[in-house]
């Protein structure tokens, strides 16, 4: 039904005198109808290009050079795109997937394209409505669904189709804790259903949902092996970059006592966005130097709005933000980057410069730092980047970008760093880098502000604050508010 | 992800049931009424008369009141500014060469309240029809199908290359950037946003290739014994007996319109 056989793929080169780039080598599997194969592999391991290649959208759209056998659904893929229908593709990021103006014409969308007769189509757009629990929202528009319910429609979309093969890639990728839960039940009623399906993932609670699985290591295969068998074989998970159990994360000292002076001073903080929309009623934080704060709480509870108001993104509405001291009100952004470090979710939003080089350069040189060459030269070293200083950041894999990112951070090496969301989507290399460098920087003295949906991060800190609704409910060392 | 241009007001009226295709009629004749009756009661009734049409169906004073803001600068500045630019009738105030008149005065009120009516005319669609109806309704008028369909994903993503130019701005500023200086300075300083934005907006437009393709956009569907079947609409456009109605209507107060007109005015 489902078939790989020595199958590799190229992607072209993209110009600027760079090789093309080797994503699959010799991937090989054979998966009988009904069956899940999981495909595990860290972020850059051609997970997502196996599944463009099967869907048969790679090379036809991407470019690039395949060779090998690849069959899905009876089909030879290599050689014709199957027809509209046979294989479903779930791509990683769902938001990009959804294009309609409501949740159930997403849905219908795929049905018209298959020709389905149009009294027919009303009910398998209930029927896959229902069965991903979207019924309630079925008018709404999908670009103001959570991120779980924004995977449940692409899969749902997907599903209606009735594709004989369905491809699903990372469909826990870039969720919060309530996200993946969400999407995960969802998976497990497809998997019980008896469809035959193909996920790729870097998590065990995934990867558990199919019986066998292979790990991709830099395009190339291992052959499938009882998942049961794979997981527990942790020492190569860890060792192809996919997991990063927390036995193995660093500690987070900082040498002697903490200064109690503050850094941060919050005081009866309210903000409501101009569409009127209040998110935050009457914040009051402080945060001495070098502490190493949690920020925890459900969507939408402010974490992101607070945090926003360290660099000066955001303005009060009503209270104060005081920060080394200073009221940030009568100070431009541009000032308060030279105390806050500032690192945003999505990074491949976020890099905007023609290299990798000048993206590090950009915030040294416009703070007027000295030593810019030493600076962004010890920053890419730092993080294994100096062999892409003049790739353009664009075209980097996330794991990568979001490396130039951090190394972005690192080179203006502020006492303060904010943190929104720093491990959404990070494979275990990537937590280990994240992890080791936020260790090193609480070793210097550096004050941690982190919004996070891990808690076993949050368990790290001094101290874990919990927001709901605009408001501090917990403020306290970890023990007392993660119990 | 940033919400689409969208100005649908979801109800279940019977303007919001109406097709698509007859609103679209409603809307021109509106158009032409506001254009060949030159009158203020005239243009104030059909103002009055489109406000109580779409609070009746639902459409809260809140959403109208949005449409009177955004149009509160344009009207301002046809009051102020077009009564000097036709004046008729008795002077009421004369500063050097500028005249306050009576007739400039009547001539700005008609303006505004016709601007008004337009927009009005327009609202009155948008707040009651959704995109996937209007865009059914351009294709069943002879627009081909990939056109309506660009014309939706175009409402769909501007607002998301906003959204991408904000967050390069954000990410810009968190890092020191900082636009100041003269226009043309600034000008230069905003040109790395704007790369990065084209860039951004081109990767978009990439994954959506992928995501179409992988719905079946562009490539034949086909039953299981390999034959090829066209695409399908569902919810497709029918003039039910009310739609008729409603067109007759629009259509036979647009000839009373024109006779009145002819019959009257020359």
């Known amino acids: 039904m489902l078939v790989a056989e020595h199958l590799n793929f190229a992607y072209p080169s993209p110009g600027l005198g760079l090789p093309a780039t080797e994503a699959l080598r010799d991937v090989a599997f054979h998966l009988e109808t009904g069956g899940a194969l999981a495909v595990m592999g860290a972020s850059g391991s051609g997970k997502s290009t196996l599944c463009h290649v099967l869907a048969g959208l790679a090379p036809r759209y991407t470019g690039g050079h395949v060779s090998g056998v690849a069959r899905a659904a009876g089909y030879d893929i290599l050689a014709t795109p199957p027809p509209t229908g046979a294989v479903g593709l779930l791509f990683q990021d769902a938001a990009t997937q959804l294009f309609t103006p409501t949740v159930e014409d997403e849905v219908a969308w795929g049905l018209e394209a298959l020709g389905t007769p149009p009294s027919h189509i009303g009910a398998q757009v209930e029927e896959a409505l229902a069965r991903f629990g979207l019924l309630g929202v079925r008018t709404r528009s999908p670009w103001v669904l959570s991120g779980g319910q924004q995977k449940r429609l692409a899969l749902a979309a997907v599903w209606a189709m009735r594709p004989r093969v369905l491809l699903l890639d990372e469909p826990l990728g870039g969720l919060d804790p309530q996200g993946r839960a969400e999407v995960l039940a969802a998976l497990e009623t497809l998997a019980q259903g008896g469809a035959t399906l193909l996920l790729t993932t870097f998590r065990p609670q995934a990867a558990a949902l199919a019986p066998t699985t292979l790990v991709l290591t830099d395009g190339a295969s291992t052959p499938p092996a009882s998942t049961a068998e794979v997981l527990r074989d942790e020492t190569q998970l860890v060792e192809a970059g996919i997991l990063y159990p927390p036995y193995l994360w660093p500690t987070f000292e900082v040498p002697g006592t903490l200064s109690a002076t503050p850094v941060i001073t919050v005081q009866d903080l309210h903000f409501a966005y101009t569409d009127g929309h209040a998110a935050l009623h009457g914040i009051d934080l402080e945060i001495p130097q070098g502490q190493f704060v949690a920020i925890i709480g459900p969507n939408g509870a402010g974490k992101s709005t607070l945090l926003r108001h360290f660099n000066g993104l955001l303005r009060p509405t009503r209270g104060t933000v005081h920060v080394q001291g200073k009221d940030a009100a009568g100070r431009t952004t541009g000032d308060l980057a030279r105390a806050v470090g500032f690192l945003f979710q999505r990074p491949e939003q976020q890099l905007f410069a023609a290299t990798v080089y000048e993206e590090v350069a950009f915030g040294v040189r416009a703070l007027h730092l000295t030593d810019v060459a030493g600076r962004v030269e010890r920053a890419l070293a730092r993080f294994e980047l100096t062999a892409f200083a003049q790739t353009p950041p664009s075209i980097l894999s996330y794991g990568v970008q979001r490396a130039v990112t951090l190394a972005a951070l690192a080179a203006l090496d502020t006492p303060i760093l904010a943190l929104d969301e720093p491990a959404v989507g990070l494979d275990g290399r990537e937590w280990a880098r994240l992890l080791a460098w936020l260790a090193e920087r609480r070793a210097a003295g550096v004050t941690l502000v982190i919004v996070t949906h891990e808690m076993e991060l949050a368990a790290r800190a001094d101290r874990v604050v919990a927001l709901a609704n605009g408001r501090v409910v917990a403020d306290g060392a970890p023990d007392e508010v993660l119990g | ?266």
């Open chain 2, 1 to 266: 992800m940033s919400v689409a241009l969208d100005f649908y007001v979801h109800r279940e009226s019977w303007l919001h049931r109406l097709d698509p295709r007859v609103k679209l009629w409603g809307m021109l004749v509106g158009f032409a009424t506001a254009f060949l009756l030159p009158s203020l009661i005239v243009q104030g009734v059909l103002l009055l008369g489109l406000h109580l049409l779409l609070l009746g169906n639902g459409i809260p004073w809140r959403v109208l009141r949005g449409l009177w803001r955004q149009m509160a600068l344009l009207i301002v500045l046809i009051l102020v500014l077009q009564p000097f630019f036709a004046p008729s009738g008795d002077v009421l105030v004369a500063v050097g060469p500028l005249r306050l008149t009576v007739g400039g005065l009547v001539q700005a009120g008609l303006f505004a309240t016709r601007t008004l009516a337009i927009a009005f005319c327009v609202g009155a669609l948008l707040f009651t029809t959704d995109q996937r109806a209007l865009v059914q309704a351009f294709v069943r008028l002879g627009l081909p199908y990939t056109w309506g369909l660009t014309f939706s994903l175009t409402l769909r993503f501007l607002p998301a290359i906003q959204q991408l130019f904000v967050t390069v701005r954000e990410a810009q500023a968190a890092r020191g950037w900082v636009a100041e200086g003269n226009l043309f300075r600034r000008f230069r300083e905003y040109l790395p946003v704007l790369v990065a934005v084209i860039i951004g907006t081109l990767r978009m437009s990439d994954r959506l290739t992928l995501a179409l393709a992988a719905r079946g956009m562009g490539a034949p569907a086909q039953t299981p014994d390999s034959v090829s079947v066209q695409r399908t609409v569902w919810r497709d456009l029918r003039m039910r007996s009310t739609d008729w109605l409603v067109f007759t209507g629009i259509t036979l107060g647009l000839l009373a319109i024109s006779f009145w007109l002819f019959a009257f005015k020359g």
